[in-house]
């Protein structure tokens, strides 16, 4: 269904957006992958993928933190695949401190990052979006998105800012056969949990078991969700069948919202 369709996935180097990456592919989606990580073992991921999908995989380095570069990257993206149908905002950083001690520049990253690179993603996507009738944008946010935990003002108050956008352009672009909705994961397993495990520690004095079990205390099922559990939700807002599904946050978080 998805078969011949082309995506933009960023920050797909790494965790739940290279699971996506993957996933679309396998779908027979074209795919511009995106993000940090060592050029060599990204170049041994992009080939494998264009090899065993038979799909066209590119890679652009692009530092989400810069306007123009992003710019550049979308008119790679449509250059390359005649077309940019999808498109997965799913980079994200973190850093965790009190608000009084939060670095000037970790809060201007992650607002760069985490939110205003989905506004240039998508306002380069969607004039062709509306141009052919149909696209898809699945902003990877988190149940940040709507409940706070202490320490993450940046995080939260960016994710919080990617719902209002997504409902914001729904509207927007409703008759145009565009959706755009958030999806949003309690914890997963991925580098930037266990990145985050060391200053949890830090901050709030607990060995790594104690941070894992205070992390796991907010998520009823007790369980880590996984990147293909995300990775299949995306694949469905992506479908036909999610036409009427736009303007969304849907929760994959274990009840962690429900609370
Ligand atoms: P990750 O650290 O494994 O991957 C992050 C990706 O973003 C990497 O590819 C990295 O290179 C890229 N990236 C970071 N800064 C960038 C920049 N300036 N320019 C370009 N690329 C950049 O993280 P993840 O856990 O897979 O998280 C992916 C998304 O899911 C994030 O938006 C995160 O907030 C969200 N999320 C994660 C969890 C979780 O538990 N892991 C829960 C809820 C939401």
Redesign the pocket.
Known sequence: MLQGKSAVV?????????GIARALAKAGVNVML????DPAEIEVERTRIEREDKVMALYSP????RPADIADMMKAAENAFGAVDIVVN?????HVAPVEEFPVEKWE?II???LS?TYHTVRAAIPGMKARGWGRVVN?????SLVASPFKTA?VSA?HGLAGFTKVVALEVAAFGITINCI??????????E?QIPDQMKTRNMNREQVIEVLLAAQPTKK??T?EQ?AALTLYLCSDDAAPITGANLSIDGGFTAQ
Do not use: C, E, M
């Not at 692009?62 to 933190?65: F, H, N, P, Y």
């Not at 949003?184 to 949990?193: A, E, F, I, Q, R």
């Open positions: 960023t920050g797909s180097t790494s965790g739940i957006g290279l995106n993000g940090f990580g692009t530092d989400l933190r799913n980079a994200g950083i973190q990253d760069a990052v985490n690179s990877i946010a988190s149940a940040h995080y994710k949003s994961p309690g914890y997963v397993w991925t580098p930037l949990v990145k880590f969700i990147i995300v």
